[in-house]
């Protein structure tokens, strides 16, 4: 079975553009969570989406938005980016169904830096 | 504010050794918790998820929880210098989002 994908996986921006990620969940899985990590703040969550839905967020500001297709492929855009916006962005994917549903698997990454 | 707690490190084990790995977390409604192991400029990887209060053992990793105490625990036997991470704890709150500690960096010394 195929793993989580994202593309692209290295990206280069400067301040003011938008950038969109795209990520690939294990097939059969429906929920797909964003992760924003930077050295000094870890791991953080942006959002979950779950059948098309969005279903969880974290504290992140407006600029930060995404979407779920119904294939459950996902999708996240960053608008007015920020040079503090620099970091690794994981996607994870689990059955999103409760309890030992909720493992997540998380893809490679994608690498914006924003100069 | 739902928070997950670990000590940052390094921890430096010596090869062989046990490693024990910590983390508290702050709600007592969790029901669902990870082990997850990073390597730099990696991705995180599962290593274990344990749901019930108890030890549970996979090979040479043995993950304990204590929900009374909100405590879970990794423990790596015969250490391996391709131990040598950043281990995060993660902890799933009812159906609500899972929340991710800081992470544990771990140096296995040969």
């Known amino acids: 079975k195929a793993g989580v994908t994202q593309t692209p996986r290295y990206l280069i921006k400067t301040r003011g553009q938008q950038v969109t990620l795209s990520c690939s969940p294990i097939?059969?899985?429906?929920?797909v969570s964003w992760y924003q990590q930077t050295p000094g703040q870890g791991l953080q969550f942006l959002f979950e989406?779950?059948?098309?839905?969005?279903?969880n967020k974290g504290n992140f500001p407006g600029r930060f938005s995404g979407r779920q297709f119904s294939n459950s492929r996902s999708e996240m855009n960053v608008s007015t980016l920020e040079l503090g916006d620099s970091a690794l962005y994981l996607c994870?994917?689990?059955?999103?169904?409760?309890?030992?549903?909720?493992?997540?698997?998380f893809g490679p990454g994608t690498r914006l830096t924003v100069l | 504010q739902k928070e997950v707690e670990q000590n940052s490190g390094p921890l430096s084990v010596p090869e062989g050794a046990i490693a024990s790995l910590n983390c508290t977390y702050s709600?007592?409604?969790?029901?669902?918790f990870f082990w997850y192991r990073q390597y730099s400029g990696k991705s995180p990887e599962l290593i274990m998820s344990?749901?019930?209060?108890g030890d549970k053992e996979d090979g040479r990793f043995t993950a304990q929880l204590n929900k009374a105490s909100q405590y879970v625990s990794l423990l790596i036997r015969d250490s391996q210098p391709s131990d040598s991470a950043t281990y995060l704890c993660?902890?799933?709150?009812?159906?609500?989002?899972?929340?991710f500690g800081k992470g544990t960096r771990l140096h296995i010394l040969p």
């Open positions: 994870a994917s689990s059955l999103g169904s409760g309890g030992s549903a909720d493992t997540q698997y």
């Open positions: 097939s059969g899985h429906r929920s």
């Open positions: 989406y779950f059948s098309e839905t969005q279903r």
């Open positions: 709600d007592r409604g969790s029901q669902s």
């Open positions: 344990i749901y019930s209060n």
């Open positions: 993660a902890v799933n709150y009812r159906d609500d989002k899972i929340i």
